[in-house]
């Protein structure tokens, strides 16, 4: 009896980590998953699933996928990076420090936009330039693309962070932080820049237009899966385009399309438009593709790359700033060949280009 | 009877029995993180102990890169003061206004329902209407732990005064006591050690609203660099800050209560722990 119950008690023990293991990958699968989050380039994805385009083309290639909108942006992050979402919406930044840091192997499949003016530096007081910024309190979510942002400007003026002190101060309370009297200086992105830049007191003193095709929203996916299941990255990728194409005819669809993406993301035809004005969508494949095999996204991520080893993103047991490694088209390599985390693949992008999908 | 009930575990083995669920958890979490090691060593989510104890190493005991400063000590200190600041503070209040309302009738009326009324507001709901009145500085975050905990200790304190037997106030009133001496000599004395009880009892909470005060606008702290590294999946530092605070926070509770039956030795006579 006892021993019985011992064998149950070991048997049920090494049961329950199964459930914080990853996803199964036995079998051949047809169903995948997305997640996503509201911002301003990635409202095409909301609306490709809500008028039956990414069904469409699942159908095509014959599998489903789900698609998840997660509230919170890094929260989205982490489930892919420690769950079982296939594919997951960030940053170039975000892509490297947070699944390819943790040792999971990921592709940018889609290279969607980049920040033109949808994140910025701004100062209390008119008539403020960059170099006012010295010796402020500077409210900020610290180690997220707007300490990039701050440092390259920071770099460009010949300063540093010790020249600073940063607070860190949560994305969702900047707009009500700025308000405090005490606060002088907050660097954020949109739509909370917008409101920010609204009060008469505001001056924008650094934007990413000014660091152009360096803060990339992509869509990443895991290469094992991209690998393994092409049929899903072609319906995403197709599915993709197809919601570009749609967006730029110039008609009543296009501007259908557009105020219902403004209207998921909060605003509405007119503030969705001034989001978009402030990001630079690669509408065609040929561009995207274009961007990702020119030499100046090495330099970027070479950018990218210091900054993150620098402020301890790689991980702390990260000894160098090439303990992960970085592929681009071509073949070309940054950081530890052996340990290459985070892939550039313009194959995909191309297919669309070539009609091919 | 030999009823279930009925039987007592020995000093060892309630030791035992209780260090159980512990090792299980520990053993739990071993396995789990073994398994998700094994399918990928740079996984973050279940790290082993040695990536922990190497993590909490450095920062403990080496200069961090950027700032210089040991992060976990200055984390804790800059957390131990906030929290020591906005619970001396509320204890303090806590007590005054307490006594007050529970001593005096007309305070009672006339503070009673503005008191109730405020303990029920949620802090975390008014926070940024506090960094608007009181910045994003440390008062703020002093603020949102006195706002949190301070009615509670006070109607606490106001109900135990209430308690009070009637016959002792009656019976310093017949000794002479005017009401200053009766609450100095005879109410005063015995609400120090309920005090420390209120005190113990919204230790948590306070807690809570160092960390979310944290969370929101801060430079330093434990609950800055877990929503810090939180961003980074970094488990590493997490867990173990999480471990340490909850030491932290038993540490503070242990030593109020031995504070409390050194000093009010009477109070614990009755067996009250």
């Known amino acids: 009896m006892r021993s019985k119950l011992f064998k149950l008690f070991a048997a049920s023990l090494l049961l329950i980590p199964l459930a914080f293991s990853g996803p199964a990958s036995a079998g051949d699968r047809t169903h995948f998953k997305l997640a996503w989050s509201i911002y301003a380039g990635w409202m095409p994805w909301g609306y490709a699933v809500d008028h039956g385009i990414i069904k469409k083309w699942a159908d095509k290639y014959g599998i489903s996928i789900e698609v998840t909108q997660v509230n919170d942006y890094i929260q989205s992050i982490n489930q892919y990076t420690s769950g079982d979402y296939d594919a997951c919406l960030m940053t170039n930044m975000d892509a490297l420090t947070i699944p390819a840091a943790a040792g999971v192997d990921s592709t940018a499949l889609i290279v969607g936009d980049f920040s033109n003016g949808n994140d910025g530096v701004v100062l209390k007081g008119k008539g403020k330039k960059f170099a006012d910024i010295k010796g402020q309190k500077v409210n900020i979510v610290e180690l997220s693309v707007s300490q990039y942002l701050l440092d390259r400007g920071l770099q460009m003026h010949h300063m540093t962070e010790k020249d600073l002190k940063l607070v860190n101060t949560s994305d969702a309370d900047m707009v009500a932080a700025y308000q405090a009297p005490s606060t002088t200086a907050v660097v954020t992105w949109k739509p909370q820049l917008s409101t920010i830049l609204a009060s008469p007191d505001a001056t924008e003193v650094f934007n990413s237009s000014q660091i152009p095709g360096e803060i990339i929203d992509m869509a990443v996916i895991k290469t094992d899966v991209m690998k393994k299941y092409p049929k899903f990255a072609k319906a995403l990728v197709g599915a993709w385009y197809e919601t570009m194409a749609l967006m730029t005819k110039k008609d009543a669809t296009a501007t259908a399309a557009l105020t219902s993406m403004g209207k998921a993301s909060g605003t509405d035809l007119k503030g969705y438009e001034s989001q978009l004005a402030t990001t630079y969508m690669f509408y065609k494949p040929a561009a995207a593709v274009k961007f990702t095999e020119s030499p100046k996204l090495l330099k970027t991520m070479d950018y990218v790359r210091q900054f993150s080893f620098d402020h301890g993103l790689l991980g702390e047991g990260a000894r160098s700033v090439d303990a992960v490694g970085i592929e681009f088209p071509g073949g070309k390599i940054l950081g530890d060949k052996n340990n290459v985390k985070l892939r550039f693949d313009a194959t995909y992008m191309k297919m669309a280009a070539e009609g091919k999908l | ?273």
């Open chain 2, 1 to 273: 009877m030999r009823r279930l009930i009925n039987q007592n575990p020995g000093k060892g083995s309630a030791l035992l029995i209780g260090a159980l669920p512990f090792i299980l958890l520990l053993v739990i979490y071993l396995v789990s993180s073994a398994i998700r090691l094994e399918a990928n060593p740079s996984d973050k989510l279940l790290p082993s102990l040695q990536s922990m104890v190497e993590t909490m190493h450095y920062y403990a005991f080496q200069a961090d890169r950027r700032t210089g400063e040991f992060l976990l000590w200055a984390d804790t200190l800059a957390s131990l003061e906030r929290l020591g600041l906005g619970v001396g503070l509320s204890a303090l209040l806590g007590l005054f206004v307490g006594i007050a309302v529970g001593t005096i009738p007309y305070i009672r009326s006339g503070a009673g329902p503005l008191l109730s009324a405020f303990s029920l507001i949620p802090p975390l709901a008014i926070l940024p209407v506090l960094f608007i009145i009181f910045g994003l500085g440390e008062t703020a975050k002093v603020v949102l732990i006195v706002f949190g905990i301070a009615p509670f200790i006070a109607r606490d304190i106001a109900l135990r005064v209430t308690e009070l037997p009637r016959e002792q106030i009656i019976k310093a009133q017949t000794l002479g006591a005017s009401s200053w001496l009766l609450v100095l000599r005879v109410i005063l004395p015995q609400m120090w050690p309920r005090l420390i009880d209120s005190v113990r009892l919204s230790l948590g909470a306070a807690w809570l609203f160092l960390i979310a005060a944290e969370a929101i606008a801060a430079t330093n702290g434990l609950g800055y660099r877990i929503f810090l590294v939180r961003r980074y999946l970094a488990m590493d530092v997490i867990i173990p800050y999480v471990l340490w605070i909850t030491f932290l926070a038993y540490l503070m509770d242990y030593l109020l209560r031995l504070l409390s039956q050194k000093a009010f030795r009477w109070y614990h006579a009755g067996g009250n722990n």
